[in-house]
């Protein structure tokens, strides 16, 4: 089974931030500007959170603020679960699954190098299972 070390080799490691400082509006222009579903949350460049679409809904939306003139700190979700580069995919899948989260950023000697999404995770389990299987057919078909 692979690890986020593979994962981020294929994808890359940008990863997209915002301050806690900057609006809600802002962030959300920014999203879409990059094509993302969430940006990690950066104070003097240590993660302090996480700003999904899914935090905008429910708690911008849904309570009725505004997003010109709420701050990212006020709705991100802080206390981000991390993996490492050597996390196995196992893991990460499980981590999101009992966690209901989508993102996990990916830290190597406490420093933020990559984030991965269950997007990430399906696309690299689908592959390896594509690759196994064409293995396993030229095996038996002797070729």
Same mark, same amino acid.
């Given at each position: ?37 969430? %940006? ?13 679409? /899914?935090?905008?809904? /429910?708690?911008?939306? %849904?309570?009725?603020?505004?997003? /010109? ?32 989260? /989508? ?8 420093? %933020? ?31």
């Amino acid at each position: 089974m692979g690890t986020v070390r593979h994962i981020l080799q294929g994808k890359g490691d940008t990863v997209f931030s915002i301050t806690p400082f900057h609006s809600v509006f802002m962030a959300l222009e920014m999203m879409v500007e990059k094509n993302v579903s969430s %940006l990690v949350v950066l104070e003097d460049d240590k993660l302090i959170g996480i700003f999904t679409e /899914r935090d905008y809904a /429910r708690k911008v939306i %849904l309570k009725g603020k505004a997003s /010109r003139e709420t701050p990212v700190g006020d709705i991100m979700s802080g206390n981000v679960l991390t993996v490492t580069l050597d996390s196995s995919i196992d893991e990460c899948m499980a981590l999101m699954t009992s966690k209901f989260i /989508r993102h996990l950023p990916v830290i190597d000697n406490k420093k %933020l190098v990559g984030l991965v999404s269950i997007g990430d995770l399906v696309k690299f389990i689908i592959e390896e299972q594509k690759f196994i299987i064409e293995n396993m057919e030229h095996y038996i078909g002797g070729t």
